[in-house]
């Protein structure tokens, strides 16, 4: 089988490879084409992937491309993993938020309306192209916004393209693991969109544990979601929040610690991946040891504004770990390629699942995974307190996509104004005054 991974010079892809190097079972991947828009780092990825798979037999056949459709032709899967505008552009998005007082996170708030702007059109014309090309592939969607880029592209591939987040992954083995159960035993309840859910209930042995979770201190102090919540807040809510929803509790303090920060997250990683790839050109480096010296950086730093704000310190061993979106990733693959019947929370489109969304609203729930694909599993419905921010959210995804589309400046405007975190109709043009003039992929947004 054919893997193509759209950011195929991404920082990240060799976690991929490297979860298919691990994967030795019948029906595997066995070829594997990068494509990127820039061909340098297209070069030192592929260097990195050669050095993971110089000991390791039979190892995926790997090529590289910067040619869209002859990426596309012949996949059996495709990994969509881009981001329009790089990591400037998300450091350009962090600037111009904290400069009229909101957040400029690149999935929440401003930020995250920003990069879908710039990223739709890219995204569309990306499963326009599947639809045509390789219209038998299945599309994995990890690129940013998740969910609102999943929603956007499903409505040219439907069912077949399918959104992958790591961070529920992670928070349910986190609490699997601190209440003494196996992870890949429990069943975790999670419901809500990308980066804005709740784990509801953690079942082990057929029990609920999450009420136990919920009654100790002690258990609730020694993970990061109950370091950064706290205990009270937990409880008032009965659930576990994404790690996400520190930005929507603890708003005004988020936006003063980035705004106090020496610098970004966006500029940090700016600035990190760019020594990395000036480190690849030379051919001497060790491209593998390097890769993962600047991969272990990245881990530890991750959200530690919210650290700070929340009292939490470093982040623990066992919290370096995330959901593993590679992982993810290829359990999804094997379920449909192999039809081997698995659960696993995706972002798909909702049917019926959560009462207060359309039917083709994508959301993040568990789902079913075989080789039909994925299908969400029923679900309570959400308490009001939940049911209010991800009607709001989704209704912001829908006037992104609806400016994507026509290109209207209103429809902008409209998304950033009605955003739980966007407070003034007035900042709501600033900011996109401010995202057009620093983004020439917006171009696209005119008076209408």
Known sequence: MTLTILGG???????VYGALLRDRREGRITHVTLHDVDPARLAAVARVLAEQAADVPDAPEVRVTTG?????RGSDFVFSAIRVGGLEGRAA???????????????????GIAYGLRTLPVAVDIARRVARLAPDAWV?????????????????????????CDSPVGLGRRLARVLGADPDRARVDYAGLNHLGWVRALHVDGRDELPRLLADDRLLESFEEGRLFGAEWLRSLGAVPNEYLHYYYFNREAVRAYQEAEQTRGAFLRDQQARFYAEMADPAAPALAT????RAEREATYMAENRDVAGAGERAEDDLESGGYEQVA??????????????????????????????D??????CVVDANGARPLAAEPLPYHAAGLVTAVKAVEREVIAAAGSGSRAAAVKAFALHPLVDSLAVARRLLDGYTAVHPGLDYLRER
Request: proline share 3%.
């Open 330 to 359: 290829l359990a999804l693959m094997r379920a449909v390629a192999r039809d081997e019947r698995t659960t696993l929370i995706l972002n798909v489109r909702n049917r019926t699942t959560l009462s207060v969304l359309d039917a």
């Open 9 to 15: 010079g991404g920082f990240r892809v060799p976690l």
């Open 68 to 72: 869209l459709d002859d990426a596309l």
């Open 291 to 294: 890769w993962d010296r600047t």
């Open 361 to 366: 609203a994508v959301v993040e729930v568990p």
């Open 93 to 111: 998005d962090e600037r111009v938020a904290l400069a009229q007082g909101v957040l400029g996170q690149e999935t929440v708030g401003a930020g």
């Open 140 to 164: 994995i969607n990890f690129t940013n916004p998740a969910g609102l880029v999943t929603e956007a592209m499903a409505r040219h591939l439907g069912d077949r393209v399918i959104g992958i």
